[in-house]
């Protein structure tokens, strides 16, 4: 299935910590679609998992997404595969959820790796571009293209919202609507 929904969805933020946010090429336009995405799952009562890149050196996640995604689950990774961490995999299997929402830095690095061992395990990945980061645009362009290559579902911030959202009709349209405006 290519189209989203609630009952089939859960989010997974990779590494929007505060250094790496400040290496990227488009840090504002990442930090602005990440807080939408966090704050439209959130509101959505989507389960939301967040990972942190070695934070000790790194930083921890930016406070507009900290703030906006209560309830999150946190784990620390070292791999550059956020399932390669102990207790990941299960703890996304255990929602029984399908579809992934899946964005965050770097594009051709962690959120690729993750994408392709996500695809690997049986998840339908829906990566938000607009939301995704890499230090180079080169990097960026050649993340996005091999994800879409083996499978991944490339879509942005508002494709990504209103298809969870289905119609006019839902009782969070308002509200979701409000954060794109």
């Known amino acids: 299935m290519a189209?989203?929904?609630?009952e089939d969805s859960l989010v997974?933020?990779?590494d929007v910590q505060d250094r790496l946010l400040n290496a990227?090429?488009?840090?504002?336009?990442?930090?602005?679609?990440?807080?939408?995405?966090?704050?439209?799952?959130a509101l959505l009562d989507l389960p939301i998992f967040i990972?942190?890149?070695y934070p000790k050196g790194l930083g921890s996640t930016i406070l507009s997404i900290k703030d906006n995604a209560p309830g999150a689950v946190y784990f620390e990774k070292t791999s550059f595969n956020a399932l390669s961490e102990a207790n990941v995999l299960s703890d996304l299997a255990g929602t029984k959820r399908k579809q992934v929402i899946l964005f965050g830095i770097e594009t051709h690095i962690c959120v690729h790796q993750t994408a392709a061992s996500?695809?690997?395990?049986?998840?339908?990945?829906?990566?938000?571009k607009d939301a995704c980061g890499?230090?180079?645009?080169?990097?960026?362009i050649s993340g996005?293209?091999?994800?879409?290559?083996?499978?991944v579902h490339i879509k942005t911030t508002e494709m990504v919202l209103f298809e969870?959202?289905?119609?006019?009709?839902?009782?969070?349209?308002?509200e979701v609507q409000a954060l794109i405006k």
């Open 164 to 174: 969870l959202l289905k119609g006019a009709k839902n009782p969070k349209f308002k």
């Open 12 to 14: 997974l933020i990779i």
């Open 118 to 128: 996500l695809i690997e395990n049986g998840f339908e990945v829906h990566l938000v």
């Open 134 to 140: 890499s230090r180079a645009l080169e990097e960026y």
């Open 3 to 6: 189209i989203l929904n609630t």
């Open 51 to 53: 990972s942190e890149q």
């Open 144 to 151: 996005l293209k091999y994800m879409r290559d083996y499978g």
């Open 24 to 41: 990227v090429f488009n840090p504002e336009i990442v930090e602005k679609n990440s807080t939408i995405i966090a704050k439209a799952s």
